[in-house]
């Protein structure tokens, strides 16, 4: 079963950027299907980006042409790179196996404020 690790969230103002990581252990991702998600307080968790294990990506609507899914299979670790931040990205961001999600990890909090 594979474990992850979210870290790199924090405070940062509408505008700016910030780049999470995902630091998975337990089993190798080489093969998998990667993704981020996030959950808002009242929301459901959401689908952001993901990545297959040859590297084709897909992006919700809602984060297009500001957030980038990356991957380093060497290292078994994702990455999230977010530009133009908006005070409604504010929420605990998560990754998982794209298409099958196993357990999640604590996830990362990002607050969007000025």
């Known amino acids: 079963q594979v474990q992850f690790v979210e870290s790199g969230g924090g405070l940062v103002q509408p505008g700016g950027s910030l780049r999470l990581s995902c630091a998975a252990s337990?089993?190798?991702?080489?093969?998998?299907?990667m993704a981020w998600y996030r959950q808002a307080p009242g929301n459901q968790r959401e689908f952001l980006v993901g990545?297959?294990?040859?590297?084709?990506?897909g992006t919700a609507n809602s984060v297009q042409g500001r957030f980038t899914i990356s991957r380093d299979n060497a290292k078994n670790m994702v990455y999230l790179q977010m530009n133009r931040l908006k005070p409604e990205d504010t929420a605990i961001y998560y990754c998982?196996?794209?298409?099958?999600?196993?357990?999640w990890g604590q996830g990362t909090q990002v607050t969007v404020s000025s």
């Open positions: 990545i297959t294990s040859g590297g084709r990506t």
């Open positions: 998982n196996n794209w298409l099958s999600q196993g357990d």
């Open positions: 337990g089993s190798s991702i080489r093969s998998y299907s």
